[in-house]
T-cell receptor
Framework: SQQGEEDPQALSIQEGENATMNCSYK?????LQWYRQNSGRGLVHLIL?????REKHSGRLRVTLDTSKKSSSLLITASRAADTASYFC????????????FGTGTRLTIIP | NAGVMQNPRHLVRRRGQEARLRCSPM?????VYWYRQLPEEGLKFMVY????????ESGMPKERFSAEFPKEGPSILRIQQVVRGDSAAYFC????????????FGPGTRLTVT
């Protein structure tokens, strides 16, 4: 499997519920980022968490990072129809190379 | 404050033709990255450039693909003699400098090879 794998691959929930997506990676990282991609569009940066951070909040988003388990989670609270999109985690490896390695994404559908 | 711009948004080429994709980074950004996304997949890194320099091209196919970021003008991703397998969305991202971890993405160019 590749660096940065999201789980689940697809998730459908009712509007107002919370959505949780997970990401696992293989090698040591400098930071981990979450992006959103609406169908047929470019990526929108959501949040960045550094390797020495454990949790970060931004609005309705909460990201956790467990470097011992090489995993991260993205929680979207009080979901809205507009949150329907694909969500990708991307890792920046710790030897100073800035290229991002993306997972295959979680496709989130919010049912009104 | 214009974001990353890419053009064209859609490009159709016949097999054997050349494709040129352009990317203008955000104002003040001097680092450009190209990624390719196949249908239903995540983005795959292709190349990382600074002005007049290729920093990392480890994700570029060895043949037919080239990239540049000249002193003046946009970054160009060039694909020669396109094949059907080149059909994908190509995204450009930019960042301010080496210490800015956040990359800002353009809307992408969707290349279709017929």
């Amino acid at each position: 499997s590749q660096q940065g794998e999201e789980d689940p691959q697809a998730l459908s929930i009712q509007e107002g519920e919370n959505a949780t997506m997970n990401c696992s990676y293989k090698t040591s990282i400098n930071n981990l980022q979450w992006y959103r991609q609406n169908s047929g569009r470019g990526l929108v940066h959501l949040i960045l968490i550094r390797s020495n951070e454990r949790e970060k909040h931004s609005g309705r988003l909460r990201v956790t990072l467990d470097t011992s388990k090489k995993s991260s989670s993205l929680l979207i609270t009080a979901s809205r129809a507009a949150d329907t999109a694909s969500y990708f985690c991307a890792t920046d490896l710790n030897f100073g190379n800035e290229k991002l390695t993306f997972g295959t994404g979680t496709r989130l559908t919010i049912i009104p | 404050n214009a974001g990353v711009m890419q053009n064209p948004r859609h490009l159709v080429r016949r097999r054997g033709q050349e494709a040129r994709l352009r990317c203008s980074p955000m104002k003040g950004h001097s680092h450009v990255y190209w990624y390719r996304q196949l249908p239903e997949e995540g983005l795959k890194f292709m190349v990382y450039l600074q002005k007049e320099n290729i920093i990392d091209e480890s994700g570029m196919p060895k043949e037919r693909f080239s990239a540049e970021f000249p002193k003046e003008g946009p970054s160009i991703l060039r694909i020669q003699q396109v094949v059907r397998g080149d059909s994908a969305a190509y995204f450009c991202a930019s960042s301010r400098d080496r210490n800015s971890y956040e990359q800002y993405f353009g809307p992408g160019t969707r290349l279709t090879v017929t």
